[in-house]
Structure formats: C-alpha cells, structure tokens
C-alpha cells in the first residue's frame, strides 16, 4: 500500500465519480422538468385568479354579468383548489430534490460507468 492506490481502487473510484456526475446530470434534469411544471402551473393559478377576479366583479354588479351558473363558478372554483394543491406538492418535491434527492437507483436506471470518464483523478493517480 506504500506505493499509492492500486489500480483496482483508482478504477473504483473512477466507476464511483463517472456514477456520481451521471446522477448529477439527471437530478438537475428532474429539477429543470419540475421549474417548468411549477411555472406552468403558476401561470394557470394565475389565469384562474383572474377569472376568479372577473366572477366576483359580475356577481357584484360592476362587470355586466354575463350568463354563468352558479354551477360553472363551483366548478372553477374546485379547478382553482386543485391548481393550488398540485402547485404545493411540486413545491415540495423541489424541496427534497434540494435536500438531496432519493438515493433511489431504480429512478435513475443504473447503468456501468465509462472508465474513459477519469477527469483529474486519473491524471493524478498515474505517477
């Protein structure tokens, strides 16, 4: 062991590091797919409070109220809550994206590593 690390433990580690950086690249795609769903999301809770809006001002009388069960706002209603719920839970999957994610490798499909992927380690290591 005097002389440095065997070989077997550098390919280890290169094996290591090449899963590590795979792992990275996909957790920052899931996090990227997650951004454009909650923006997509807020942009629709938006439209609904809009709409929201417009139905209380007919229902006061300040916008000229055009015909629209009672039923059809419910239902708008419910959509608006739904909207608000689904935008929590992508909150909070972005939450524990951020505390680290799952060490769940069947999400990530584990796959062998190339050991061309050495970077600096295996500069380092060949004395």
């Known amino acids: ?3 440095g690390p065997t070989r077997q433990q550098i ?6 590091q090449a899963q590590m950086v795979q792992r990275q690249m996909q957790l920052e795609l ?3 797919q997650l951004q454009g ?3 997509q999301t807020q942009g629709l809770v938006a439209q609904q409070a809009m709409q929201m809006a417009s139905i209380g001002l007919q229902s006061s009388g ?3 109220q055009q015909p629209q069960s009672q039923q059809t706002q419910q239902q708008q209603l419910q959509q608006l809550q739904q909207q608000g719920q689904q935008l929590q839970q ?3 999957q ?4 951020g505390a680290g994610a799952s060490n769940d490798d069947t999400l990530l499909g584990k796959r062998p590593a190339d050991d061309g992927i050495g970077g600096v380690d295996s ?5």
């Open 1 to 3: 062991m005097a002389d």
């Open 11 to 16: 390919q280890l580690l290169q094996q290591q």
């Open 30 to 32: 899931l996090v990227n």
């Open 37 to 39: 769903q909650l923006q």
């Open 62 to 64: 300040m916008l000229q």
């Open 90 to 92: 992508l909150q909070q």
């Open 94 to 97: 972005q939450q524990q994206l």
């Open 123 to 127: 500069k380092r290591f060949s004395m």
